[in-house]
């Protein structure tokens, strides 16, 4: 009973170079979320995705940085020519298909990519 | 905006007393609220959460209180151990046309002293 993969757990990149950051959600779930966490700070959101669309990317810087969760594979965060300002721990979280208000969407963590750049 | 207010920030107690955390969130159609405990290096892990339709939960060591009304609720963590150590996230959710986006605090490390 496979939880939220991601991959790599630590990745170092030089200034602009790129990163890819891979997230298989939890068996039976179709919602994936992505979060950003600098050091000694808390989770800010980035983007929200279900099979082949984006649902929400308010969170996601508009250069650089782009998500995708294709219908086959898992979903892949992609940050271009990374600065040292990139580097945090990103966060992969996922949720079944939505049961409605009455039982929320519950979303599960994977343990992180840290993405450092030197 | 909708933002989620956490405190303390830090909090230290000894082995033993009990512990509690405190959220207050801006959005009043918020009905589904978690917590989070994350260990260094790790992901956040749920612990407990509680919907809008209910006032307390309960489970074991650990309980979560809503107040829909003063918009709060709180964490609170009995006969504190030194496993218990970690950052502790509250979040506040909503359905937003169809889908359902996350407002975390911005944590509270708790430190249980032996």
């Known amino acids: 009973n496979a939880g939220v993969m991601q991959n790599p757990r630590h990745l170092v990149r030089r200034r602009g170079q790129e990163a890819r950051l891979r997230c298989s959600p939890m068996k039976g779930h179709s919602h994936v979320y992505w979060y950003r966490q600098l050091p000694e700070e808390g989770l800010k959101f980035m983007v929200y995705?279900?099979?082949?669309?984006?649902?929400?990317e308010s969170g996601m810087p508009k250069e650089r940085f782009s998500a995708e969760f294709p219908k086959e594979g898992p979903s892949i965060l992609r940050i271009q020519q990374v600065v040292r300002g990139d580097s945090a721990a990103y966060f992969c979280?996922?949720?079944?298909?939505?049961?409605?208000?009455?039982?929320?969407?519950?979303?599960?963590f994977g343990e992180g990519s840290w993405l450092t750049v030197v | 905006g909708e933002n989620v207010e956490q405190h303390p920030s830090t909090l230290s107690v000894q082995e033993g007393d009990s512990a509690v955390i405190k959220c207050t969130y801006s959005d009043s159609a918020s009905n589904y609220f978690p917590w989070y405990k994350q260990e260094l290096g790790k992901g956040p892990q749920l612990i407990i959460d509680?919907?809008?339709?209910?006032g307390e939960k309960k489970d074991q060591r650990i309980a979560v209180t809503l107040n829909k009304t003063a918009k709060h609720f709180s964490l609170h963590i009995t006969e504190t151990q030194p496993e218990d150590s970690a950052v502790y996230f509250c979040a506040a959710s909503r359905l937003t046309s169809g889908t359902y986006k996350y407002i975390f605090g911005t944590g509270t490390r708790l430190k249980v002293l032996a």
């Open positions: 979280a996922s949720s079944p298909t939505s049961g409605g208000a009455a039982s929320g969407n519950t979303i599960y």
């Open positions: 995705l279900q099979k082949e669309n984006i649902i929400d």
């Open positions: 509680i919907r809008s339709n209910v």
